[in-house]
């Protein structure tokens, strides 16, 4: 990107000296040397086949600059020469900033919005995320095409090693092993270092305390398996659900005996207490993945009973949002009273939204009244309570993300979720239409309701979004998050809809009239050829006459010796 627009920028430089030199040597030759009939004999002499050529190169040139205009704006969302205009050029010639302009009780003032921006441009582990070695690599051996990116890889990397890494990993030969395997980049190499990890665990270790007092026999014992070298062959390795599901069992076993041992310990001083929080991770992360593997295979009861039981042993660790994942195995159970039930609980107002939440909540209300919804009857007779409470519903999500109604009704393609996401952006559209869009087209008519009613919530937004009608501001910053969570394939959707950058206009406008011009100058040569002629001395007489009249005036001064400002005004006429 620095070398196209490094190339870009000595381009336009170039054609911007160029131009203005022959507008110099114009200017010098016309007014300052006067010669304006060497000028007329020397245009007077040039055949249509110049013209041709010269409005056929500036269209050129034009469409040329029309086309990087467009494919820089559609790449990085933002004009190229407004960029260059504003980053080098504006220094230049003394630009202020107006950040440095504003006084400090303005700042102090913005303080609050920025770090509502910063709070609204969070990126959150996507809580329904594929497996790696199961789906994503499985994509990969299928279209050669990479679902990840490297950002939201690394954002994973980080997450693991807040999770599954403590201080004391040290005094334990697999944990330092782990320790290390999260922060390497290559997949192979994390995959070593798990079977590294598994592969010291085997060896036997004696304790130096006799089980029988002045005895010779000495206890053998195993060390305990390392349950994150579980976590991450389960991950990375394994090519199927099932292969996950048998070594998320294994990584089950070893961490609730180190969960169970830490959980005796962690009052005995902060190290300890850093182990069982890090195991309370490991174990929670666990029997998620479970209940996953579980409503992959088909066994939705099973999963629906996990994910329960998960919340009510750990109700604080609110930071997995298993309630997202219940939701969608309730959905798939048509148990829509518990789904009622769970949103009653986590729809409040004083808890964050999701896609998630607001998405269900309207499906839950267009269920009730989608399969006899029509748009003409609801013309005619208008909207009763229940459709105005679905449609208000409706609107309500499409104002926290309106990126999720062209994924339901199919009016985009859809991708392989990330495994982080945005809140209101279009990465969580993705992550929530994968799962939820096959529970939309279940409920009759609710698609056809969504499908009449949503384009409505932008009446009610106000523009250019400088307040929100339920929710905070939309925030600005989810296009660029976005394009570094998605993948490059991917064409990320946008809102609001960005207006064309006035030079895009103005070469596309450029590049039409001198096309036309071209055009015009090939099929009617004498024609153009006239009119061009007419044109410039029509330009070389306005300039003659205005030099000529200053001229004479002066030379009129010089003879009769008069002040250069007379007072009377009928002496000046």
């Not at 205009?85 to 303005?106: A, E, K, M």
């Not at 390392?226 to 998320?248: N, Q, R, S, V």
């Not at 099973?302 to 009510?312: H, N, S």
């Not at 309701?449 to 009610?460: D, P, Q, S």
Request: charged share 20%.
């Amino acid at each position: 990107q620095a070398c196209v627009v490094w190339v870009w920028v000595y381009v336009y430089l170039v054609y911007f000296f160029k131009v203005m030199y022959l507008i110099y040597l114009l200017w010098v030759t016309i007014v300052l040397n006067n010669d304006l009939g060497t000028m007329s004999m020397f245009l007077n002499t040039l055949t249509p086949k110049f013209y041709v050529a010269l409005t056929g190169t500036s269209s050129l040139i034009s469409g040329l600059i029309l086309i990087f205009e467009w494919w820089y704006f559609r790449k990085y969302g933002t004009s190229f020469i407004e960029q260059v205009s504003v980053s080098h050029l504006r220094p230049l010639l003394g630009g202020v900033d107006n950040n440095s302009s504003n006084n400090s009780n303005s700042s102090n003032g913005d303080s609050d919005s920025n770090r509502q921006s910063v709070s609204e441009c969070k990126v959150w582990r996507n809580p329904l995320n594929l497996f790696r070695g199961a789906e994503y690599n499985r994509y990969t051996w299928v279209t050669g095409r990479e679902p990840l990116t490297y950002y939201d890889m690394n954002l994973s990397a980080q997450d693991h090693q807040t999770f599954f890494t403590c201080d004391s990993d040290h005094l334990r030969p697999a944990d330092a092993i782990m320790q290390k395997a999260w922060r390497e980049r290559n997949p192979q190499a994390r995959i070593s270092a798990a079977h590294e990890a598994l592969e010291i665990n085997e060896i036997r270790s004696r304790v130096e305390v006799p089980l029988i007092a002045s005895s010779t026999i000495w206890e053998i014992k195993l060390l305990p398996k390392c349950a994150t070298a579980y976590i991450l062959l389960a991950e990375e390795e394994a090519t199927t659900i099932a292969e996950a599901e048998k070594l998320f069992k294994q990584a089950l076993k070893a961490g609730d005996g180190c969960y169970r041992r830490s959980q005796q310990l962690q009052h005995h001083g902060s190290q300890y207490e850093a182990q069982h929080r890090r195991d309370t991770n490991v174990l929670v992360y666990i029997k998620r993945r479970l209940a996953m593997c579980a409503r992959r295979l088909g066994r939705t009861r099973e999963a629906v009973k996990m994910m329960r039981d998960l919340m009510k042993e750990f109700p604080l660790l609110s930071m997995f949002n298993i309630h997202e994942n219940l939701l969608e195995a309730l959905l798939e159970l048509q148990a829509y009273a518990d789904v009622q039930a769970v949103l009653a609980k986590y729809d409040d107002i004083s808890l964050p939204k999701s896609a998630t939440i607001c998405y269900t909540a309207a499906l839950l209300k267009a269920r009730a009244v989608s399969d006899k919804f029509s748009p003409e009857a609801a013309s005619r007779r208008g909207l009763s309570t229940a459709e105005m409470n679905a449609v208000e519903a409706i609107h309500r999500a499409v104002e926290f993300n309106p990126h999720v109604p062209k994924y339901l009704l199919e009016m985009k393609s859809l991708i392989l979720p990330p495994e982080h996401i945005l809140k209101r952006g279009d990465s969580e559209a993705i992550a929530y239409a994968f799962f939820h869009l096959a529970h939309w087209k279940r409920v009759e008519g609710a698609l056809n309701l969504l499908h009449c009613t949503w384009e409505g919530t932008f009446r009610m937004i106000p523009y250019p979004l400088e307040k929100g009608h339920l929710f905070y501001p939309y925030p600005i910053c989810t296009e660029t998050a976005d394009r570094e969570l998605l993948p490059s394939f991917h064409e990320v959707s946008v809102y609001p809809k960005k207006e064309l950058p006035f030079f895009i206009l103005f070469t596309a406008g450029l590049c039409s009239f001198t096309a036309m011009l071209a055009l015009l100058t090939h099929q009617f040569p004498e024609l153009m050829g006239v009119f061009a002629k007419a044109m410039i001395d029509i330009f070389c007489s306005a300039e003659f006459r205005d030099w000529n009249c200053e001229s004479i005036f002066m030379r009129v001064e010089d003879d009769l010796e008069m002040p250069p400002a007379p007072q009377s005004q009928h002496f000046q006429k």
